[in-house]
């Protein structure tokens, strides 16, 4: 067996690939969750499931959250604290940038260390090479443990000793990942009202989503040079074009939650008199609340 031993408390489906990953590459693994059934796999080949909190956190130095949210963590080691004491938590929970920060207080008042991590795959990427992980805190608790960190994905990516910076890159992916996917289903809906089915609009929805990465290359350089001219697309354009999604959708009988929001983004640009400018000038509107 490998020398180093973990702790892994959390066997959701994350968890659980997590630690299957460590039994693959011959380390011994503890195991803790709420509900125990959930470890018998993992204790058949080979891992331990430790008999409280407490003594899985005892068992080792290097101990992997991967619970549903923050709540969930504080829930289960705010009881067995003083077992927290000289402990490294990688924290593998999605939450939010203020919360990771939180956390990192809590654990250093407890005498351990806080490594906020983000994971941008699912549990089929867990233990593949090419998937990677956002990773914040203590750049030596993440140098002294990366042959570990490499066990969940083989790329880890250390963004800085803010305990928020992993949980915001987590965060920026899923603004984009939410909001994207609930686009296709809208394209969906939209096609199904029309009598065309997913499989049907899968090579046109792959290839708009393709030319999207084109987009953003071209408008990052002029968002951070705050360079908005409508020389290739005005606002006023786009909002008559988002204007069109919406009416055929809702011609269609289609729920409109979400066109609705685009065109009123829209409209409040040209409300602020950016009808000749790039529609990238809705990022300066975004950026302060209404
Ligand atoms: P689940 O929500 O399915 O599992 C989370 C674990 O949290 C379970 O072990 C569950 O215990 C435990 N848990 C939740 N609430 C409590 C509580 N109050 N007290 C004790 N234990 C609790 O999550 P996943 O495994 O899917 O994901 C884990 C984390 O990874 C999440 O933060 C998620 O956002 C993130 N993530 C998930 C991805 C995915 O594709 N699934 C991709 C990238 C990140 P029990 O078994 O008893 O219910």
Same mark, same amino acid.
């Given at each position: 067996?490998?020398?180093?031993?973990?702790t892994v408390i959390g066997l959701g489906?994350m968890g659980?690939?997590?630690?299957?990953?460590?039994? #693959?590459?011959?380390?011994? !693994?503890?195991l803790w969750n709420r509900t125990p059934?959930r470890a018998?796999?993992?204790?058949?080949?080979?891992?331990?499931?430790a008999p409280s909190v407490d003594a899985a956190l005892?068992?080792?130095?290097?101990v992997f959250l991967s619970l549903t949210d923050y709540t969930a963590m504080y829930a289960l080691l705010e009881p067995a604290a003083d077992a927290l $004491?000289?402990r490294?938590l990688v924290n593998l929970s999605s939450d939010t940038?203020e919360r990771a920060?939180a956390a990192a207080g809590w654990a250093?008042d407890h005498?351990a260390?806080h490594?906020t991590?983000?994971?941008?795959? &699912? &549990?089929?990427?867990?233990?593949?090479?090419?998937?990677?992980?956002?990773?914040?805190?203590? $750049?030596?608790?993440?140098?002294?443990?990366?042959?570990?960190?490499?066990?969940?994905?083989?790329?880890?990516?250390? $963004?800085?000793?803010? &305990?928020?910076?992993?949980?915001?890159?987590?965060?920026?992916?899923?603004?984009?990942?939410?909001?994207?996917?609930?686009?296709?289903?809208?394209?969906?809906?939209?096609?199904?009202?029309?009598?065309?089915?997913?499989?049907?609009?899968?090579?046109?929805?792959?290839?708009?989503?393709?030319?999207?990465?084109?987009?953003?290359?071209?408008?990052?350089?002029?968002?951070?040079?705050?360079?908005?001219?409508?020389?290739?697309? $005005?606002?006023?354009?786009?909002?008559?074009? !988002?204007?069109? !999604?919406?009416?055929?959708?809702? #011609?269609?009988?289609?729920?409109?939650?979400?066109?609705?929001?685009?065109?009123?983004?829209?409209?409040?640009?040209?409300?602020?008199?950016? #009808?000749?400018?790039?529609?990238?000038?809705?990022?300066?509107?975004?950026?302060?609340?209404?």
């Amino acid at each position: 067996t490998n020398s180093q031993s973990v702790t892994v408390i959390g066997l959701g489906p994350m968890g659980q690939a997590m630690a299957a990953a460590f039994l #693959d590459r011959g380390h011994a !693994v503890t195991l803790w969750n709420r509900t125990p059934s959930r470890a018998d796999d993992l204790v058949a080949r080979g891992a331990v499931l430790a008999p409280s909190v407490d003594a899985a956190l005892s068992a080792n130095e290097v101990v992997f959250l991967s619970l549903t949210d923050y709540t969930a963590m504080y829930a289960l080691l705010e009881p067995a604290a003083d077992a927290l $004491r000289g402990r490294v938590l990688v924290n593998l929970s999605s939450d939010t940038p203020e919360r990771a920060r939180a956390a990192a207080g809590w654990a250093a008042d407890h005498g351990a260390v806080h490594l906020t991590g983000g994971i941008t795959v &699912p &549990p089929s990427g867990i233990g593949k090479p090419e998937s990677s992980t956002f990773y914040s805190g203590p $750049r030596a608790a993440f140098d002294a443990h990366r042959p570990l960190l490499e066990v969940v994905t083989g790329r880890v990516d250390h $963004r800085g000793e803010d &305990p928020g910076l992993a949980a915001l890159f987590y965060q920026l992916g899923m603004v984009m990942f939410w909001t994207s996917m609930l686009s296709y289903w809208q394209a969906i809906a939209l096609a199904q009202a029309n009598g065309l089915t997913a499989a049907d609009i899968l090579p046109h929805a792959t290839e708009t989503a393709n030319s999207l990465p084109g987009f953003f290359a071209f408008y990052a350089d002029r968002i951070d040079a705050g360079h908005h001219v409508g020389d290739v697309d $005005r606002l006023a354009m786009g909002a008559a074009s !988002v204007d069109h !999604v919406l009416h055929t959708i809702a #011609d269609a009988g289609v729920d409109t939650t979400l066109p609705a929001a685009v065109t009123a983004l829209f409209q409040r640009g040209m409300d602020a008199g950016r #009808d000749g400018d790039s529609f990238s000038s809705l990022v300066e509107l975004m950026r302060k609340s209404s």
